[in-house]
Antibody, heavy 120, light 110 residues
C-alpha cells in the first residue's frame, strides 16, 4: 500500500526559505520510472504543479518558480524534500506530495497535504 | 506555461450526464495523450479519476470517462449522483519534464 505524508512548518515569515519533507512508503524511488511530485493549492484556488523528481535524479520544475525551487531525494530514508526560497504571502497554500507511477505523467497517490501560511 | 482552461462550474440533476472541458494548446493537451483528471472534495486531497486521456484506475466507477479532440480534453460523468459533487481538475504533460493543471471546475448536483 502506497502512502505519502508531508511535514514541515505551518508558518513561515516573508523572505524565509520553506523546507517541506515528503515521507513515503509502499514504493521505492530507486525503481525505474517512478517519481514524486509536489503540487500546491492556495486557499480556495486551483492546484498548481511545482516540481517532480525521478528515480534517476532527473528533475522538473514549474517554469515560473524554477529559480526558487529545489527538489531532492533521500532514497535510503524514503523521503523527498522541497525547498522554496524567498517566501511571500502569495505562497500561502496547502502543499501536497504525490506518487507518479512508472514512466507516466499522472499522480495516483497523494498525501493529505500540509497548510503553509506565509505571514509576518 | 499557462493553466489549462476549464469552466468555473457545471451543474446537472441526479441521473443526468455532464461533460467538463479542458482546453490547452498544441504544446500540452494537443501534443500528448497524457491528460489526467482529479476529483477533490472539500478539505480532501485530490483523487485520480482518469489517466492517459481515457483510462480508469481500479476502483473508479465506469460512470466516469475521458476523451480528447485536438487541444481539448473532456471528462464525462454519466448517471450523476449526489456524491459526485466536487471540484474537478484536469492535468496534462506539457513537455520538458513539466505538467500543467487546469483552473478547476465545480460540479454542482442539483
Amino acid at each position: 500500500q502506497i502512502t505519502l505524508k508531508e511535514s514541515g512548518p505551518t508558518l513561515v515569515k516573508p523572505t524565509q526559505t520553506l523546507t517541506l519533507t515528503c515521507t513515503f512508503s509502499g514504493f521505492s524511488l530507486s525503481t525505474s520510472g517512478v517519481g514524486v511530485g509536489w503540487i500546491r493549492q492556495p486557499p480556495g484556488k486551483a492546484l498548481e504543479w511545482l516540481a517532480l523528481i525521478y528515480w534517476d535524479d532527473d528533475k522538473g520544475y514549474r517554469p515560473s518558480l524554477k529559480t526558487r525551487l529545489t527538489i531532492t531525494k533521500d532514497t535510503s530514508k524514503n523521503q523527498v524534500v522541497l525547498t522554496m526560497t524567498n517566501m511571500d504571502p502569495v505562497d500561502t497554500a496547502t502543499y501536497y506530495c504525490a506518487h507518479r507511477p512508472d514512466s507516466t505523467w499522472y499522480f495516483d497517490y497523494w498525501g493529505q497535504g500540509t497548510l503553509v501560511t506565509v505571514s509576518s | 506555461q499557462s493553466a489549462l482552461t476549464q469552466p468555473a462550474s457545471v451543474s446537472g440533476s441526479p441521473g443526468q450526464s455532464i461533460t467538463i472541458s479542458c482546453t490547452g494548446t498544441s504544446s500540452d493537451v494537443g501534443s500528448y495523450n497524457l491528460v489526467s483528471w482529479y476529483q477533490q472534495h472539500p478539505g480532501k486531497a485530490p483523487k485520480l479519476m482518469i489517466y492517459e486521456g481515457s483510462k480508469r484506475p481500479s476502483g473508479v466507477s465506469n460512470r466516469f470517462s475521458g476523451s480528447k479532440s485536438g487541444n481539448t480534453a473532456s471528462l464525462t460523468i454519466s448517471g450523476l449522483q449526489a456524491e459526485d459533487e466536487a471540484d474537478y481538475y484536469c492535468c496534462s504533460y506539457a513537455g520538458s519534464n513539466t505538467v500543467v493543471f487546469g483552473g478547476g471546475t465545480k460540479l454542482i448536483v442539483l
